[in-house]
């Protein structure tokens, strides 16, 4: 994994600066040297566990590497973040001073709340909200759907990134209970099981092997989930994790769709679950094909789309006559694993960053799941753990 060293060294030089700049307010605004010496002393342990994270071998290191240095540079975050923002604000009380006046320290009041709020805040994300399952029932109505299929239930997991949690299987128990109390007929998961190698899955196999649904359990692969973001000693050594993740998929019961179609039959009707491998925007690498997962995409048959990453929906299906694929379910985005108020920074990314889409005609819809796991950062602040019901109906 590169380090992005020039916007490492702008964060450390405004880390850096915001250390010295409370530091002097400590000083002068507290008699007791007391919290200006805790401060410095506090500051120097975070820059040495932002130096051990920074060291550590990242994409070679075992699980529990990548577990220390996401915790590690979390807990700098955590920080810094809020020092941030107390600086920014406790500024602009100094404005006066400039004219020689006193500092409004109402301002200076509100900024040391804003920066323990934050802090609090990203705790709350890393703690308690991301073990939130939030379960999204989501009604899609279609004229063209085959009406034996009225009522049908697809329960969407996502992102599960099952590495983060370890060899503790509290949570993936959780959501496999959640999930099965929802009378599902089908449920469907849209990539990224693991974070970067496949031994991740395997404590979380016995739980994920209780999902139950009467069409069964089908799932597709994640850019994640093919090592990308590991080394290896060769390629084949990274094919056979690949490939054992796939293994352990089946042995539990699920049915991967790898740019392939399953049909679902309702008496004389039918609909197509397609599933093509991972097809996405830059810089993640195309693995999936829709001409060979289904090469007639412009028949009459209701067909659901199964791809991980919404681009594809965006780059390819949408307002694309010569496709007809009423619906098509993703994941990826995560939300960027904030969300407050309806309002996240996976905007900026994706325009399609969470919950249903329609292109102008709505011949095409579209459905993100913002996941279940965390992935870069061990939180998440707003943007719960989703679990979708889709249901459909007869228009």
């Known amino acids: 994994m590169r380090i992005p060293w020039i916007p490492l060294v702008i964060f450390l030089l405004l880390s850096v600066f915001s250390d010295f700049y409370i530091y002097k307010c400590l000083k002068t605004r507290f008699r007791n040297r007391f919290w200006s010496r ?27 590497v990548l577990l220390s240095v996401m915790w590690m540079l979390y807990t700098f975050l955590s920080v810094y973040l809020p020092k941030y923002l107390f600086v920014l604000i406790d500024l602009i009380s100094r404005i006066p001073c400039l004219f020689r006046r006193k500092r409004i320290r109402a301002i200076s009041v509100v900024a040391a709340f804003v920066g323990f709020f934050t802090f609090a805040c990203m705790w709350w994300g890393a703690l308690i909200n991301r073990f939130n399952i939030d379960v999204k029932e989501v009604e899609i ?61 395997t404590p979380h196999l016995s739980p994920l092997s209780r999902l139950s649904a009467p069409d069964g359990v089908i799932s597709i692969m994640g850019n994640h989930d093919y090592g990308d973001y590991a080394t290896w000693n060769s390629p084949e050594e990274k094919a056979g994790s690949v490939q054992y993740l796939k293994d352990m998929q089946r042995s539990i019961g699920w049915e991967m769709l790898n740019n392939s179609t399953r049909l679902i039959g309702r008496g004389s009707d039918t609909i197509a679950i397609i599933g093509v491998e991972n097809i996405g925007d830059h810089p993640f690498p195309v693995y999936g094909s829709l001409a060979k997962a289904y090469p007639a995409t412009e028949d009459s048959r209701f067909k659901i789309l199964l791809t991980h990453n919404p681009a594809h929906w965006t780059d390819s299906i949408s307002g694309n006559s010569d496709i007809n694929i009423p619906l098509t379910l993703s994941g990826h985005t995560h939300a960027m694993q904030m969300e407050v108020a309806g309002i996240s920074p996976a905007a900026l990314r994706y325009p399609t960053w969470g919950g249903l889409y329609a292109d102008n005609d709505s011949t095409h819809l ?30």
């Open 38 to 64: 805790l401060h410095l002393w506090i500051s120097i342990i975070l820059y040495v566990v932002l130096a051990c994270a920074l060291l550590m071998p990242r994409k070679s290191g075992d699980n529990d």
């Open 141 to 201: 109505s279609r004229s063209d759907l085959p009406a034996r299929f009225d009522g049908y239930r697809i329960v969407q997991i996502s992102d599960m990134h099952t590495g983060t949690y370890g060899s503790d299987t509290t949570f993936i128990s959780k959501v496999v209970d959640r999930v099965n109390t929802l009378s599902p007929d089908l449920i469907v998961f849209t990539g990224d099981i693991v974070n970067s190698r496949s031994f991740e899955l």
């Open 366 to 395: 579209l459905y993100v799941n913002i996941g279940l796991g965390t992935v870069g950062f061990p939180a998440r602040i707003g943007a719960e753990p989703e679990i979708s019901v889709l249901t459909l109906h007869k228009k």
